[in-house]
């Protein structure tokens, strides 16, 4: 399947419904985030050195929301640790079907990759030294967070780490209208439209919820984690690292 551009929002529509992981975004979907999430190829690529960093032997890596599997390919390439894995999850059979017939094109498989169609709340995290939520955060109800990021941390090791990346919120009214239009600056520069823009705003205003980085911060705190860095923002789009 080629990678096709993305025009889903480009036509006005009568009905806007409420995003899905459904056929038509998987088809485009490499050249939707690419152009809606700055920093979106340089944040996988160091998603890989990361964990090139922390992966301990003998331990599984997990990418939680892999959608085809970016974040799991660029740890497969880095990781040299002995006897790891990578346990990618998405719960949209279309991405988890793509991701595998991606996949299999990696002619040199190295670390081990299983990927899982399931719901991230119910896959156990266990003997981890990584643990991706590379933008799948978000799209986690708010009241089951702060227990989803729990069970991350008592599923590590001393010593790993949790990467979350995550679209993010500002508390005070000017700073989101600054980041929020030079966010949209950047999807106009990347060739969507006004319309493109507003309409994916409204399918996505239910299922995707942004929270500060300050919130963002306090839950890891509160899970356990003794420090988290802000190792990549852009705009309105943030990666920490956070430590066990
Ligand atoms: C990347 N990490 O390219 N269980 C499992 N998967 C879920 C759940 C859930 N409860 N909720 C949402 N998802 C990827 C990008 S995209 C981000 C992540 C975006 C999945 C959903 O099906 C989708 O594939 C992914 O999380 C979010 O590095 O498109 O803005």
Redesign the pocket.
Known sequence: MPNKTDAIYAGPLQNIIDFQ?DERVVAV?PD??QR??PG?GM??SN?GILAAKYAQAGSHCY?????????SLAMRQRITAPGCDIIA????PA?IERARELLALDSEPTVPVTMIC????DVAIENASVV?????L???PLAQRLALVQRIFAGLRPGGILIL?E?IAFSEPERQHFHEELHHDFKRANGYSDLEISQKRSALEKV?IPETLACHQKRLQAAGFSSSELWFQCFNFASLVAMK
């Open positions: 992981f979907f939707m985030i809606s999430v979106y944040i996988i998603i990418d939680l929301g892999c959608s085809l599997g970016a974040a999850v998405d719960n949209s991405m399931a719901d991230l709340q991706v939520l590379n933008f799948t978000q799209f986690i990346s679209k995707m």
